[in-house]
C-alpha cells in the first residue's frame, strides 16, 4: 500500500492513547534510550536504523511483488517479441497498474482500522473489518474487470495513437487479458494490509517467490514456445495473481483460526468436560474469512478511503499522462519508456519503505517527546538518501550495463542509455521524498499532501505538454520527471517544517495554559488556608 497512516483512537476504548499501535514495544533491550529533564516523562526510547530496516525490508519485498511481474513480462516479451509488441506493454501495464494503485487505498485503510483493533484488545472486530474489506474488494475487482475488458480497445486506441498504430492491438489484448486478474490483485492488497496490521511482515513472503516463479514459467512457456506475444504475459500475471491470492486466504485463515482456538482454550480451560479437538473443530466451521460489512463499517472504510482517493488519483494519473505522452512519440520511445518505468517502480519502493517505518514509528514519539521525534525524522532521512544512491545508482546502472535483459533492439537499448542518468536522478528524488512524506503522514497532513499531489501532477502535465510542442523526446521527459521529484522535497520539507512549528506551538499554549492552572490553584489555596 502506498499510505499506511497510524491508527484511528477507537470509540469504544477507554483511552484515546491505548488505540495506538506500539511499535517500540519488544525493542527496549536494543533501544537507544534519550532522556530529557523537561519531558517529565522519564526515558524516551528511539529505534536505530538497524530496527527500522528490520522492520522495513520485509514490507519492501511485498511491494516489489506487483512490480516484479511487470519487469517479468517486460523482459520476457522484450527478449523474445518484436519491439511492438514490448512496446504495447507500455500504456498497458501503466493502465492497469494504476486503477490497482487507485483501489490502494481499501489496503490503506483495512491496515490502520485493523490495527487499531488490534491494539484495543479487539481481534474479532479486526477480522470483521478485514472480512468486510475483502468482500468490498473482490466486488469492486469484478466491477472493474468487467468494465476495463469492455473498453480496452478504446482507451489503448487513445492512448497510443497513430504514431505508434502496430501497438494497439496488442496492448488492448493484454489490457483485456489482465484486466480479469483484477479480483485477484485486489484480495492480495487487503490479505497483505491484514498482515501489516497484525504485525506480521513474514506471512505475505512466503507467496512472494511461488509468485514470481509461476509468472516467469508462464511467460517462458506462453510468451517463448507458444508465441502468445503480450497476450502470453498477461495470462502468466494473472496466475501469478490467483496463486498469490490463494497462498495468502490460506494463510489468513489459519491465522485466524489460530487466534480463535487460543481464545477458546482458554475458555475450555475451565470446563474439564470439554473436549480440546471438539473446540478446534467448532472454531474452525465457525470462521468465516470474508463477511458482508455493516453499514457503520462501510461508513468508517468509505470516510477512511476518500481523503486518499484524491492523492492516489492524482499520482495515478501522472504516470498515465506520461505513457499516453511518450505514445505520441513513436514506437522506439514507447518502448523504451516501458523498460525505465518498469525499474522506476522496481526500485521506488525504497522510498515506500521508508516512508511506512516513519509512519509506524513516529506516532508514538511524537506522544512522548519532540525532541526524539525530530531525532527520528533525521535517522529515516539519513536512511533514505542512503537508499536513494543505491536505488539511483542500481536503476542506471541495469539501463546502461545490461540492456540485453530487456530488450534485443540496438535501436530501443541506445534510448535506454541516454535516459539512465535522469533515471537515476529520479529514484535519488523519490525516495529521500519517501521519508519528508512518512512524516507528513504521520503528522496527519492528509489535506496538505493531497493538494500537493494535485498541484504536482498539473505541473508535470504543463511540463510535459511543453515539452512535446517543443520536439522534446524521451530524454526531457525523464528530466521533467526528475525536476518534479527534486521540487517534492524542497515542497514537502517546508510543509514538514510548518507542521512541527504548529506541533509547537500547540504544545507551549498547552504548557502555558497548565502553568497558569497551576498558579491559579496555588492562588486558591492560599487564600483558603491563610489565617
Sequence with gaps: PPFILPPLPSEDSPDATEAYVDPLKGLEQDAEVVQYADEGDGAVRMPRLQQLAVFAIPTLAIWLSSPLLSVIDTAVVGKVCSTAQLAALGPSTKMCDNIAYFASAIGAATTNLAADAFASGHP???????????????????????????????????????????????????????????PAALTTMVLQAAFLASKDATSPLIALPLVAGANLLGDLILVGPMKMGAAGAAFATIAAQFVNAAVLLVLWKRKVVKGRITAAAVSAAYDPAADPDTVTDKVD???????????QEAVTLAAFIAPMMLAIGARSYMGIAMAAAVASLGTVSLAAHQVVECLYWLFSPFGDAVSLSVQAFLPTLLKRSAVVSKRLQGLALRG???????????????????????????????????????????????????????????????????????????VLAFGVRRVLAGGGGLRQLWSAMAMLNFARIAEFAWALRRAERQSDEAAAAEAEAIEAKRRT?????????AP
Design 124 to 182: 474479532n472486530k479486526a477480522h470483521r473489518i478485514v472480512g468486510g474489506s475483502l468482500t468490498i474488494a473482490l466486488g469492486l475487482g469484478f466491477a472493474i474487470a468487467v468494465g476495463l475488458r469492455m473498453a480496452a480497445t478504446p482507451l489503448m486506441t487513445t492512448m497510443v495513437g497513430a504514431s505508434s498504430a502496430a501497438a494497439i492491438a496488442p496492448a488492448a489484448q493484454y489490457t483485456a487479458i489482465r484486466a480479469l486478474g483484477y
Design 384 to 458: 533514505a538518501a542512503a537508499l536513494s544512491v543505491f536505488a539511483g545508482a542500481s536503476g542506471a546502472a541495469l539501463l546502461v550495463g545490461a540492456p540485453g535483459l530487456f530488450t534485443t533492439s540496438a535501436t530501443v537499448s541506445a534510448v535506454l542509455g541516454q535516459v539512465a542518468p535522469l533515471l537515476g536522478v529520479s529514484l535519488v528524488g523519490y525516495v529521500i521524498t519517501g521519508a519528508l512524506e512518512g512524516a507528513l503522514l504521520a503528522r496527519r497532513q492528509l489535506r496538505l499532501l493531497a493538494a500537493s499531489h494535485v498541484f504536482n501532477t498539473a
Design 285 to 295: 466451521r465457525r470462521v468465516r474469512v470474508m463477511t458482508v460489512p455493516s453499514p
Design 521 to 529: 490553584d496555588e492562588q486558591q489555596q492560599h487564600l483558603v488556608f
